[in-house]
């Protein structure tokens, strides 16, 4: 999640697949935020980063970054529990900020397993299975050698 290219990517890949037209990204602590940020500086839409509790200093916030009114699209790394979207989206309800259609994962847990659970369409790129194989597995499958964590 933290590697520039890695994460550009993944949000240009993610840009085909969302609807981000009248809406604001809600980045859930803390694994949502590189993703956000990369979707959001590629497009110029509105970010904020949402808490699961609020701050213990300063202003006591449980969201940083602005809101504007419009849906969130709230972004995470995993669509595993769904405790963490879940969270978000109970806070967002609370302050009468309205939740997209879409909401933006990198990982689902299993395909067709999350895709409704925020009555909301669950954008993603992979499921858990789609890292669950040994080199060796890939290599049969891909017919080349794992090339991961090397600069062109």
């Known amino acids: 999640m933290y590697d520039p290219k890695f994460i550009l990517t993944a949000a240009e890949l993610i840009l ?51 809101i504007t009114g419009d849906p969130v699209i709230l972004v995470d790394d995993l669509a595993g529990s769904a405790a963490t979207l879940r969270s978000a989206q109970k806070l967002l309800k609370a302050f009468n900020i309205p939740l997209a259609g879409q909401y933006i994962t990198l990982i689902n847990k299993t395909q067709g397993t999350h895709d409704t659970y925020l009555d909301a369409e669950l954008v993603s790129l992979f499921t858990c299975e789609d890292f669950a194989m040994s080199w060796e597995d890939y290599e049969t499958k891909y017919n080349k050698e794992p090339s991961f964590g090397f600069y062109c």
Do not use: H, W
Request: glycine share 10%.
């Open 16 to 66: 085909d697949k969302v609807n981000l037209l009248n809406t604001q990204l809600g980045a859930c602590e803390d694994a949502g935020v590189p993703l956000a940020s990369a979707i959001s500086m590629l497009t110029g839409t509105p970010m904020m980063s949402i808490k699961k509790s609020r701050k213990a200093y300063g202003l006591l916030n449980f969201t940083e970054g602005m």
